[in-house]
């Protein structure tokens, strides 16, 4: 194949890469129109057996540069356009124009974040970025440290790997034999990853607490409190608190200051899991929601998910001082963190992780930070609360839907049942609770066989199948919520 770094491959290598961009221009055009479909679902049998030509099995013999073109055409005409304005399944969505193009700079470069050897730009971009974002928690400027990682769930683990070596450094050398039976507590609606860690860390599931909520879905003060001293009773060693800011299913926001209470109290690690609620701290009207958040010892917050920032944009930021990150996870691999270097070594960041190689995922944040500024994150946050708004207020003058909670949404979450005609009638109960059951399921999988727009239902608690529609998208439109609510008439009628 000729291509660079063939000599004389120049004009092949720009006239592939430019079919590539017109390929890919192409599908960002398509992307924001309404008459184009979300998914062009196919099951995965079907997707392994081959369609249309297109093939995922791999031969021995290279395919020209042509039919790499048809490839990359297909890959993208199979996927799901999770940036369209009527796709409302997950917490990331939408395509940032300027942050693709931080994304395509960050591959071009492609060059690893363990050493500001072979990163000083990224290195120090990163320092500046978490900075930013940890003078938005209120952090001074003498406290805070910080790293990026690939998604919530890992970012959710360094707290708890760094609440555990703050109390128990000796864990690092000597294992959990060495140190008491750990106690964690998180709410019942938080994100699985809190018991996720738990199970990675050898700290187990069982040792996490559950606490419980109020109908809204925010933990109750109160029953922190008597949890932590029930687990004291039963012998174990209470460290770890995760409040919740922005839960996954109904967007709420747990009261951080009477949290933050609760761990000065008992001396416990506050983390704040604000992967999908981070983002509001960038407005001005929605802030207040995360008060007490500065208290906190550690905080997740995810810019790929309500900032819009192209996936993978997570963060960890550590209060504590910045020497904690280093000591709990660094191993000074002599062929990579070499300390008699001639800069300064505290830059090679890759020590503070528990990866060795790590992505670039600061550059496109920094480059759409540049393009917005602060208004430009707050105008687009607040259009997509204003967007919740909007469906709240049209169900609750509905008579098909049913919201699953009354109060207005706190975060873009909207969480609601359809009731076709006949549970209309039926009374609240057992038996309405099968039937409803059923509905979500049914609707969604009509929806992505039509593919028209896309929306998640999960059950949680006592709650039969729910839809949850979320909005982080500020592509989409009023319009766009008209047209989910019919077409779930449309597909859910009977
Ligand atoms: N907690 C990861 C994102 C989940 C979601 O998009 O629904």
């Given at each position: 194949?000729?291509?660079?770094?063939?000599?004389?491959?120049?004009?092949?290598?720009?006239?592939?890469?430019?079919?590539?961009?017109?390929?890919?221009?192409?599908?960002?055009?398509?992307?924001?129109?309404?008459?184009?479909?979300v998914?062009?679902?196919?099951h995965?049998?079907q997707?392994?057996?081959?369609?249309?030509?297109f093939?995922?099995?791999?031969?021995?013999?290279?395919?020209?540069?042509?039919?790499?073109?048809?490839?990359?055409?297909?890959?993208?005409?199979?996927?799901?356009?999770t940036?369209?304005?009527?796709?409302?399944?997950?917490?990331?969505s939408?395509?940032d124009?300027?942050?693709?193009a931080?994304?395509?700079?960050?591959?071009t470069?492609n060059?690893?974040?363990?050493?500001y050897?072979i990163?000083?730009?990224?290195i120090?971009m990163?320092?500046v970025?978490?900075?930013?974002?940890?003078?938005?928690l209120?952090?001074?400027?003498?406290?805070?440290?910080?790293?990026?990682?690939?998604?919530?769930?890992v970012?959710?683990?360094?707290?708890?790997?760094?609440?555990?070596?703050?109390?128990?450094?000796?864990?690092?050398?000597?294992?959990?034999?060495?140190?008491?039976?750990?106690?964690?507590?998180?709410?019942?609606?938080?994100?699985?990853?809190?018991?996720?860690?738990?199970?990675?860390?050898?700290?187990?599931t069982?040792n996490?607490?559950?606490?419980k909520?109020?109908?809204?879905?925010?933990?109750?003060?109160?029953?922190?409190?008597?949890?932590i001293?029930?687990?004291?009773?039963r012998?174990?060693?209470?460290?770890?608190?995760?409040?919740?800011?922005?839960?996954?299913?109904?967007?709420?926001f747990?009261?951080l200051?009477?949290?933050?209470?609760i761990?000065?109290?008992?001396?416990?690690?506050?983390?704040?899991d604000?992967?999908?609620?981070?983002?509001?701290?960038?407005?001005?009207?929605?802030?207040?929601?995360?008060?007490?958040?500065?208290?906190?010892?550690s905080?997740?917050?995810?810019?790929?998910?309500m900032?819009?920032?192209?996936?993978?944009?997570a963060?960890?930021?550590?209060?504590?001082?910045?020497?904690l990150?280093?000591?709990?996870?660094?191993?000074?691999a002599?062929?990579?963190?070499?300390?008699?270097k001639h800069y300064?070594?505290?830059?090679?960041?890759?020590?503070?992780?528990i990866?060795?190689?790590?992505?670039?995922?600061?550059?496109k944040?920094?480059?759409?930070?540049?393009?917005?500024?602060?208004?430009?994150?707050?105008?687009q946050?607040?259009?997509?609360?204003?967007?919740a708004?909007?469906?709240?207020?049209?169900?609750?003058?509905?008579t098909?839907?049913?919201?699953?909670?009354?109060?207005?949404?706190?975060?873009?979450?909207v969480?609601?049942?359809?009731?076709?005609?006949s549970?209309?009638?039926?009374?609240?109960?057992?038996?309405r609770?099968?039937?409803?059951?059923?509905?979500?399921?049914?609707?969604?999988?009509?929806?992505?066989?039509?593919?028209?727009?896309?929306?998640?239902?999960?059950?949680l608690?006592?709650?039969?199948?729910?839809?949850?529609?979320?909005?982080?998208?500020?592509?989409?439109?009023?319009?766009?919520?008209?047209?989910?609510?019919?077409?779930?008439?449309?597909?859910?009628h009977?």
């Amino acid at each position: 194949m000729d291509l660079l770094p063939t000599e004389g491959s120049e004009e092949a290598s720009r006239h592939f890469l430019q079919e590539i961009v017109n390929i890919l221009l192409a599908y960002m055009c398509k992307l924001f129109k309404r008459s184009t479909k979300v998914l062009d679902f196919h099951h995965p049998h079907q997707l392994k057996e081959g369609l249309e030509g297109f093939t995922l099995e791999l031969s021995d013999q290279p395919e020209n540069l042509e039919q790499l073109l048809v490839d990359c055409r297909d890959t993208l005409k199979y996927g799901v356009k999770t940036g369209h304005p009527r796709f409302f399944n997950q917490l990331s969505s939408g395509l940032d124009i300027i942050g693709l193009a931080g994304e395509w700079l960050t591959s071009t470069a492609n060059t690893n974040m363990f050493t500001y050897e072979i990163s000083p730009v990224f290195i120090l971009m990163e320092e500046v970025v978490l900075r930013k974002m940890m003078d938005m928690l209120g952090w001074s400027n003498e406290e805070g440290d910080g790293i990026f990682c690939p998604g919530g769930t890992v970012s959710n683990l360094y707290s708890v790997l760094l609440a555990r070596y703050h109390f128990f450094p000796e864990v690092k050398s000597r294992g959990m034999s060495a140190i008491p039976r750990l106690a964690m507590f998180t709410s019942s609606h938080s994100h699985y990853s809190i018991q996720k860690s738990a199970a990675v860390l050898g700290i187990g599931t069982e040792n996490v607490l559950l606490v419980k909520c109020d109908e809204r879905g925010k933990m109750i003060p109160g029953e922190l409190e008597s949890s932590i001293a029930s687990a004291k009773d039963r012998g174990l060693y209470p460290f770890y608190v995760s409040a919740t800011a922005g839960t996954t299913v109904y967007g709420a926001f747990d009261p951080l200051n009477d949290i933050a209470d609760i761990c000065e109290r008992h001396g416990l690690w506050m983390h704040v899991d604000a992967a999908w609620g981070g983002g509001l701290l960038m407005s001005k009207r929605h802030r207040v929601k995360l008060q007490g958040i500065d208290r906190s010892s550690s905080v997740t917050w995810n810019p790929h998910k309500m900032m819009g920032v192209p996936l993978q944009c997570a963060t960890l930021l550590v209060r504590k001082k910045v020497s904690l990150n280093f000591e709990c996870n660094q191993l000074c691999a002599e062929y990579l963190f070499q300390p008699d270097k001639h800069y300064d070594t505290s830059y090679d960041t890759g020590d503070k992780t528990i990866q060795c190689g790590r992505h670039v995922d600061v550059f496109k944040l920094w480059l759409m930070w540049k393009a917005k500024g602060m208004e430009g994150f707050e105008s687009q946050i607040n259009k997509c609360l204003e967007n919740a708004e909007y469906l709240f207020d049209k169900l609750k003058n509905r008579t098909d839907f049913l919201l699953v909670f009354e109060s207005k949404p706190e975060h873009s979450n909207v969480c609601f049942w359809y009731l076709p005609h006949s549970l209309r009638n039926l009374p609240p109960g057992c038996e309405r609770d099968k039937k409803l059951h059923a509905v979500a399921p049914k609707i969604k999988a009509k929806m992505m066989e039509e593919g028209l727009t896309m929306i998640g239902y999960q059950p949680l608690g006592n709650k039969v199948n729910f839809f949850r529609c979320v909005f982080s998208n500020s592509a989409t439109q009023r319009e766009d919520v008209d047209f989910l609510l019919d077409e779930i008439v449309r597909l859910g009628h009977d």
